[in-house]
């Protein structure tokens, strides 16, 4: 469990505070800008409903979802009964159940913050703990809660900021939320370029595309997140022979620098 | 007029939470073991990948393929993201870069 401590001691503790708060920060900014649009964008929407600043940030803090959110505010207007919401809510996010796999064991680092870290795990959040591994003279628990802590800030914020002044807003910002987009097709290139088998990536592009063409929009990301764990485990052997599991590190997805099987 | 924010609206919310709380907390309390299995240990190092490819179709789901601009800002704009990503390997000017782009292609179209 201490192994992460160990070996930043060899490095100064000023100089791992300043450098992991300069990771954390440029890893969040981003997602920071644009969880103020979305959130903003979810503030004016329950603005709009007769809702109140400190509504939104209850929503912001608890259900932490942007999808979740902005498609509630019209379901609570309609007045659609509690269990149908209940019933829609987890439709709409039932792609978190696949984002804990993989960090059971790191969160638990976070110890009294345990829960939290499980709470406040978008995927925004996911994209950047599954990205690029933290460099050696980072500490890496310290980095994960302070990210963790931005971009919930943020997207509080927003919330908050777009329910007051939702109605003033100087200027458009209409495609800002490309931003997220856009960040998820960094991480897919830094996966790329790391991963000893491009499979894993080849997977996601099939079933995803498969499910959104023969489902739709509205329901095809649970079945392809289905889809593609059960073309993984199919697929076990050939992404990761017998030889190259031992030697992976525990962070997600990192290539171990051996090159593994395929080409 | 009657807001939406009576009981019945803050109960919605908190029908939200708790299933969302619920779905997140799923896989910390089922893998709750000090080992996991050797099968969710390889999960958990591959479905990154695989989620993050359908993460990125689930951005541009909404996408209009058949009718003018085609969903082109999109394709441009992602393919510009991932040139700038390869090429420089830092994903803040990647990501600010591409999004500005797109801001602005948007609005010359429409």
């Known amino acids: ?263 | 007029m009657s807001p939406t924010a009576d009981f019945y609206g803050i109960a919605a919310i908190a029908v939200c939470a708790i299933v969302t709380m619920g779905i997140r907390s799923l896989p910390f309390l089922v893998f709750r073991g000090d080992k996991l299995p050797e099968k969710i240990e390889y999960l958990g190092r591959m479905l990154p990948g695989s989620i993050m490819v359908i993460l990125v179709i689930f951005c541009l789901r909404n996408t209009d393929i058949h009718a003018r601009p085609y969903g082109l800002p999109e394709l441009v704009c992602v393919v510009l993201c991932a040139f700038l990503q390869k090429k420089l390997r830092n994903s803040i000017p990647s990501i600010a870069i591409s999004t500005l782009c797109y801001m602005v292609i948007i609005r010359m179209l429409g």
């Open chain 1, 1 to 263: 469990m201490n192994d992460d401590q160990q070996y930043i001691s060899e490095y100064p503790a000023r100089k791992v505070t300043r450098k992991t708060f300069r990771l954390a920060f440029a890893n969040s900014l981003p997602i920071m800008f644009a969880y103020l649009v979305v959130g903003f964008t979810f503030g004016i929407m329950m603005y709009e409903n007769g809702f109140r600043w400190y509504h939104s940030m209850l929503s912001a803090m608890t259900i932490y979802s942007g999808s979740l959110q902005i498609a509630m505010v019209p379901m609570i207007a309609a007045r659609t009964p509690l269990p149908v919401m209940a019933v829609a809510s987890f439709l709409i996010n039932s792609r978190y159940m696949f984002y804990g796999i993989g960090f059971t064991q790191r969160f638990r680092k976070q110890g009294l913050l345990y829960p939290y870290m499980i709470i406040a795990f978008p995927d925004e959040v996911y994209g950047v703990f599954s990205g690029k591994p933290y460099p050696k003279d980072v500490d890496p628990v310290r980095c994960d809660r302070w990210t963790a802590f931005m971009c919930h800030g943020a997207w509080i914020s927003g919330s908050v900021l777009g329910t007051l002044f939702g109605n003033v807003l100087p200027f458009d910002l209409t495609g800002i939320d490309f931003a997220a987009t856009a960040m998820f097709v960094c991480i897919v290139i830094e996966q790329w370029m790391s991963f000893t088998s491009h499979l894993p990536l080849l997977v996601g592009i099939v079933s995803g595309l498969l499910c959104l063409f023969i489902l739709g929009p509205d329901n095809f990301i649970l079945p392809s997140l289905i889809l593609s764990l059960i073309l993984l485990l199919i697929l076990k052997s050939r992404i990761e022979p017998a030889s190259a599991s031992a030697e992976t590190t525990s962070t997600a997805g990192a290539a171990s620098g051996q090159e593994g099987g395929k080409a």
